[in-house]
């Protein structure tokens, strides 16, 4: 009896993994769908979160019907679906190639802010290299100066600023090196771009002021003055307008 009920077990558990098995195999004949079916098929994957699927449907859609109606939107959803697969680098050249295809579309801010955020995502620490940061500030100042009124341009532009204040920090990071090596020029180099390139950063008291001390190094009284005096009118109260005036009596 005991043998028989094995066998049944054995037998079913053999019937379901054939089952299993076909149904593997079976997938959407997309060959045989039309346009809307493909597009349907993997809109319902995307949503379901399946976004390997979502992908080769939309994918599929593309190469079977590259004038349907549906194909635009199907770029923008495998762009979409990359990007919720956290493949940040697939995602931000899905969305350039929306963008660049099709620039005045109703979809297009939206492409331009999760390309912003597919670089922001793929962003390295200060002391590395900062291609990503610099092409999120692209894409996040673009739409903020482009779309003005898009719903979530406000979002990016917190971005934005954490984006900004970033390449400032790596430009103040570089500078201390210098410093501390007494490469005064070199130095004086990175601050200066801070003071001009990143003047709305927290980190732009502290340029003028380093400026000022890199001239006085550099034996520039005269230009180690006007940074003094713009830290002191600009940031009266700030640490570095106490600083710069130490920086005087040492001139003195």
Same mark, same amino acid.
């Given at each position: 009896?005991?043998?028989?009920?094995?066998?049944? @077990?054995?037998?079913?558990?053999?019937?379901?993994? !054939?089952?299993?098995?076909?149904?593997?195999?079976?997938?959407?004949? %997309?060959?045989?769908?039309?346009?809307? $079916?493909?597009?349907?098929?993997?809109?319902?994957?995307?949503?379901?979160?399946?976004?390997?699927?979502?992908?080769?449907?939309?994918?599929?859609?593309?190469?079977? #019907?590259? %004038?349907?109606?549906? !194909? @635009?939107?199907?770029?923008?959803?495998?762009?979409?679906?990359?990007?919720?697969?956290?493949?940040?680098?697939?995602?931000?050249?899905?969305?350039?190639? %929306?963008?660049?295809?099709?620039?005045?579309?109703?979809?297009?801010?939206?492409?331009?802010?999760?390309?912003?955020?597919?670089?922001?995502?793929?962003?390295?620490?200060?002391?590395?290299?900062?291609?990503?940061?610099?092409?999120?500030?692209?894409?996040?100042?673009?739409?903020?100066?482009?779309?003005?009124?898009?719903?979530?341009?406000?979002?990016?532009?917190?971005?934005?600023?954490?984006?900004?204040?970033?390449?400032?920090?790596?430009?103040?990071?570089?500078?201390?090196?210098?410093?501390?090596?007494?490469?005064?020029?070199?130095?004086? !180099?990175?601050?200066?771009?801070?003071?001009?390139?990143?003047?709305?950063?927290?980190?732009?008291?502290?340029?003028?002021? %380093?400026?000022?001390?890199?001239?006085?190094?550099?034996?520039?009284?005269?230009?180690?003055?006007?940074?003094?005096?713009?830290?002191?009118?600009?940031?009266?109260?700030?640490? #570095?307008? $106490?600083?710069?005036?130490?920086?005087?009596?040492?001139?003195?």
């Amino acid at each position: 009896m005991s043998f028989m009920l094995e066998k049944r @077990t054995l037998i079913v558990l053999l019937i379901l993994g !054939v089952c299993s098995v076909a149904q593997m195999g079976c997938g959407p004949k %997309f060959d045989e769908m039309s346009p809307r $079916e493909i597009f349907e098929y993997g809109s319902g994957k995307y949503q379901k979160e399946k976004f390997s699927d979502s992908i080769e449907a939309f994918e599929k859609l593309i190469d079977l #019907y590259p %004038f349907s109606m549906y !194909v @635009t939107q199907a770029e923008l959803q495998i762009a979409d679906s990359y990007f919720h697969r956290r493949r940040f680098i697939e995602a931000a050249t899905a969305y350039e190639d %929306f963008i660049d295809r099709h620039p005045t579309n109703e979809s297009t801010p939206h492409a331009m802010h999760y390309l912003g955020l597919s670089h922001y995502k793929l962003k390295r620490a200060i002391d590395r290299d900062q291609e990503e940061t610099y092409l999120a500030q692209d894409a996040l100042s673009r739409l903020s100066t482009q779309y003005p009124d898009y719903p979530e341009t406000g979002s990016a532009k917190e971005k934005l600023i954490e984006v900004r204040g970033d390449l400032a920090k790596r430009e103040r990071y570089i500078g201390r090196f210098y410093l501390r090596e007494k490469e005064y020029y070199a130095a004086l !180099v990175r601050y200066q771009r801070i003071v001009r390139l990143y003047a709305d950063t927290e980190y732009y008291p502290e340029a003028l002021y %380093f400026c000022a001390l890199c001239y006085l190094k550099l034996e520039d009284g005269r230009e180690a003055q006007r940074y003094i005096h713009m830290v002191k009118t600009k940031f009266p109260n700030h640490k #570095y307008s $106490e600083k710069a005036k130490d920086l005087i009596d040492e001139k003195e």
